[in-house]
C-alpha cells in the first residue's frame, strides 16, 4: 500500500510540474497583461460590408470631439475648411478635411481619408481608403485599394478599379470597365440604362409545372423536375420549381416564385423570376431580365442589359465567384463577386 501510495503522490507531483510548465505562459500573461493590442481583422473575414468604414467614422468623430480616452492613438492631420490646394505628397497621417474637396490633379494617398463634403477627382487617382459625408464622384482609371463609403452618391469612372468594398447610403455607379468585389447600395448602376421596354403581361399563357416533361409535385406550391426543364416563351406559372437538370426559361415568361437547378440556367429575354433565383452552375440572364429576389451561384452569374435586381423597397442580394455585368444592369442591396466583378463595355 505504502509502495502504491508512494506511485501516486509522485504521478501527482510530476503532472503539476508538467501543467505549470505549459500554462506558466498563460498565467503570467492573466496576471500581469502585456499584449494590450487589439487584433487586426483582415477585411477579407468581415461580414458587414461597411464595418471598416463604421469603424473609421467613429475613431474621427471621437478625434474631433475628444471622447476617445485613448485619442493619442489615433492620430489625423486634420485639414481646416479655409485651406487651399492639399499636397498629397506630405500627408503622413489618416486625412481630416473639413470641406469638400473638388481636386484639379491627380490624388495619391496611402492612407485613410475623410471629406465633411463631396470628393470630386480628375481621374487616375490612387486612394487607399476614403469616408465622406457628401458624394464621390471618381475619374476614369481610379483605384480604390481598400474601401469607400459615401452618404450620397458614389460614381466611378470607366475602368476603375474598387477591388474590396463599396457602399453608400444612396446610389452607386460603376461605368464600363470598373472592377469590383463588393458593392452595397439601395440603387447600384452599371453603365447607362439604354431601353426598359414594357410588354402586355395579359398575353400571357397560364401553365402549370406538371405540364413539363418530367414533373413532380412534391407541394401546393413546390414542383420537382427531373434532368433538364426548356420553360416555352410567354408563359406564367405559380408556385417554385427545382430542377435537378439544366433549365432555361422562355422570354417573356414569368415564374412567381423561387427557382433552384443543380446546372446551368438561362433566364431569356424579358423573362421574369419572382423570387430567388440560386444555381450550383452558371446562370446567365438575357437583356432586360427582372429578377426579383436573390441571385446565387457558385461560380458564374452573367447579367444581360438593362436587366433589374431586387427593388429598392425590397432590396436583395446577387453572389458568385465572378460576376459578369452588361451596360443599363441596375441591382438594388449587394452585389457580391468572390473573385471579381466586372461592368462590361456596352
Known sequence: MNSHLIHLVEFAVFM????????????QE??????????SVSPDYSIDIDYFAANFYTKVINFLNKESPREH???????????????????????????????KEVISCQLPIFVNGDLSTVGADNLQSLYTQGKISLGPYSRIRDWAHAKED???????????????????????????????????????????????ANELIESSFLELSGAIKKTNSLTLIRGDCDIPS??????????????????????IGDVKARDTIVIGAHAL???????????????????????????LITIGADSTVGMHELPTTVSAQRILVDAGVVAHGTVWARDFGVTCPS
Open 16 to 27: 503539476s510540474a508538467m501543467l505549470l510548465i505549459a500554462f506558466r505562459p498563460a498565467w
Open 30 to 39: 492573466w496576471r500581469t497583461p502585456t499584449d494590450f493590442q487589439p487584433l
Open 73 to 103: 492613438q489615433h492620430k489625423f492631420q486634420l485639414i481646416p475648411a479655409s485651406a487651399g490646394v492639399i499636397d498629397w505628397s506630405v500627408v503622413r497621417l489618416p486625412v481630416i478635411a473639413m470641406n469638400s474637396i473638388f481636386a
Open 154 to 200: 458614389i460614381s466611378l469612372g470607366h475602368e476603375s478599379n474598387a477591388p474590396r468594398r463599396l457602399s453608400s447610403s444612396s446610389s452607386v455607379l460603376l461605368e464600363h470597365g470598373c472592377y469590383f468585389e463588393r458593392v452595397n447600395a439601395p440603387t447600384i448602376a452599371f453603365g447607362a440604362r439604354k431601353n426598359n421596354s414594357i410588354f402586355n
Open 234 to 255: 410567354g408563359r406564367i406559372y405559380h408556385g417554385s420549381l427545382i430542377v435537378t437538370g439544366r433549365l432555361t426559361v422562355g422570354e417573356r415568361s414569368r415564374i
Open 273 to 299: 423570376i419572382g423570387g430567388a433565383l440560386i444555381g450550383e452552375k452558371n446562370i446567365e440572364l438575357k437583356e432586360q431580365v427582372c429578377i426579383k429576389g436573390p441571385i446565387i451561384s457558385e461560380t
